[in-house]
């Protein structure tokens, strides 16, 4: 099972920041949460990940919480071309790594 | 640098045919994995290969292989194709197992099974 929950889909207003949250309250301690998005069935696009820390880069900044049970994935000027199913996961290591995939937040981007 | 790549790109086979799919990570990269992706299931972990060596499997009959190359491209096989088994394939790489390490994901095998 996935260990992060998502809300199914989410709107915004082109040029206004997109915030899509995530839930991941069982992750370990050396666990990293990752973004991705999927464009209407192209691979999934990396966007960014972290551990503890604020991270940004040119996509898109990540917010994590303090106790890392949630985090944030900020768009701060969404387009239209950002409408897309976005992905936050755990991947979680078991000798090897795996990368369970929930269903995702549904970005819907309005002019 | 070239991204992941993936062949083919569409497919068509006939129920209880095998078929075998082919991925090249980028180039530096030895990790590789595999999922499915089927509008009813999502995408699904099939399994996770690093240094030739399968170190993680999804849950997926055994009809599913795969392999790794000593240059880190790998194939993955299904055996006696079902029509459930129609989905998008894709291939994704990593320079390193460690946590922390960017995956990316190439275009995908579209297989349609009739």
């Known amino acids: 099972d996935a260990k992060t929950t998502q809300p199914p889909s989410m709107d915004c207003a082109e040029g206004r920041a997109a915030n899509l949250p995530c839930n991941h309250s069982t992750i370990s301690g050396n666990e990293y949460v990752y973004w991705y998005r999927q464009i209407h069935s192209q691979g999934p696009q990396y966007i960014i990940h972290g551990l503890k820390n604020n991270e940004t880069n040119e996509m898109a900044s990540l917010i994590i919480t303090e106790d890392r049970k949630s985090s944030t994935l900020i768009l701060p000027h969404a387009t239209l071309r950002d409408t897309a199913v976005y992905y936050c996961i755990v991947r979680v290591y078991t000798g090897g790594f795996k990368t369970i995939f929930g269903a995702g937040t549904r970005l819907f981007v309005k002019a | 640098k070239a991204g992941v790549t993936q062949t083919p790109r569409y497919l068509i086979k006939t129920r209880g045919q095998q078929v075998t799919l082919s991925c090249s990570p980028i180039s530096g990269h030895r990790s590789v994995s595999w999922y499915q992706q089927t509008p009813g299931q999502g995408l699904q972990f099939l399994f996770e290969?690093?240094?030739?060596?399968?170190?993680n499997k999804g849950n997926f009959p055994g009809r599913f292989s795969g392999r790794q190359f000593s240059n880190s491209r790998s194939e993955m096989n299904v055996s006696t194709l079902e029509l459930g088994d129609s989905a998008l394939y894709l291939c994704?790489?990593?320079?390193?197992?460690?946590?922390?390490?960017?995956?990316?994901f190439g275009p995908g095998t579209r297989l349609t099974v009739t």
């Open positions: 994704a790489s990593s320079p390193d197992p460690g946590q922390g390490s960017e995956q990316y």
């Open positions: 290969y690093f240094s030739e060596t399968q170190r």
